[in-house]
Structure formats: structure tokens, C-alpha cells
């Protein structure tokens, strides 16, 4: 599925699958997905409780009926995957697990290439012992994966 990071996600997407897929730009189209439903659901939730005849104030311009609009953001409700805030938070653990793999593999390679940790940790924007700790902490629970192996 050919999956654009800056569109919503159609109804049909497998959400599940996506989350499991663990690629950056799908975990990114997630997200940019539940802020759009989110945004939606504001905008419908401001129409409760109006007349449906009542003009509708758009900040772009528009010259809708309050019944308009309300019928536009459920229109677009539908159109959307159902993306939740625990699926967000599925696929954000998913994808910092592997950027902090490859931070990990960064350091090591920097390293071996005879970086200082200073250096390291000015590219991220921390001090050395900040890298450092970063490091070690996450070397531990990295070796007794493996050596479990």
C-alpha cells in the first residue's frame, strides 16, 4: 500500500498492519491522521445544538449552512481510518524503539570512527555525559538480548 505521510488514511487501511509494518512514514501518516479526525470532531462538535439553517463562519470563506458543514465533517469522518489515540501511541513506541536502535548504531559507529563523546553529544544536542548515559543505559538491556540468544 503506497502510503503518503502528508494525506489522511483512507477507511479500509489495516490499521494493525501498519503499526506492525514500523515504517516512519506510515507511523507519521497515523498521526496525521488522528490530528485531522481530532480537528473534525472540533469542528462537528461546534455545530451542536445550531440550527442546520443557521450560517456557518468560516475562517476561509465559506458560505454554508450550519446543517452543511455538519453534514461535510461527518462526510469526512467517514472517509477517514478510525485511528485512536492508543493506536498513536502503538505506532510512536514502535518507531522511537527504532530510531533509538539506530541512534544506538550511530554512537557505536561515531565511536568506532573515533568521535569524542563531546562530539557525539553536541550532535545530540546534550552534554557528554548525557551521550554517555544515553549509551550505556540502553547497551545493557541490547546485550542481554543477545547474549539470550
Not at 29 to 50: F, N, P, Q, S
Not at 51 to 75: C, H, I, K, N, W
Not at 83 to 103: F, I, K, P
Not at 113 to 131: E, N, R, V
Request: hydrophobic fraction near 40%.
Amino acid at each position: 500500500m503506497d502510503i503518503d505521510a502528508n494525506l489522511p488514511l483512507p477507511a479500509d487501511t489495516d490499521l494493525d498492519g501498519l503499526i506492525e509494518n514500523q515504517q516512519l512514514d506510515h507511523i507519521a501518516a497515523l498521526i496525521h491522521t488522528h490530528d485531522v479526525i481530532g480537528a473534525t470532531r472540533r469542528g462537528l462538535a461546534e455545530t451542536e445544538g445550531r440550527p442546520d439553517d443557521e450560517p456557518y463562519d468560516s475562517a476561509s470563506g465559506l458560505t454554508l449552512t450550519v446543517g452543511e458543514m455538519r453534514a461535510t465533517f461527518q462526510r469526512e469522518l467517514d472517509r477517514l481510518a478510525p485511528v485512536t489515540a492508543l493506536h498513536v501511541l502503538r505506532a510512536t513506541e514502535a518507531g522511537a524503539n527504532q530510531l533509538s536502535g539506530a541512534r544506538h548504531r550511530a554512537i557505536t559507529a561515531a565511536r568506532a570512527d573515533g568521535q569524542s563523546w563531546s562530539a557525539i553529544g553536541a550532535a545530540l544536542g546534550m552534554s557528554k555525559q548525557g551521550a554517555q548515559d544515553w549509551f550505556n543505559k540502553r547497551s545493557i538491556p541490547l546485550f542481554q538480548d543477545h547474549a539470550a540468544e
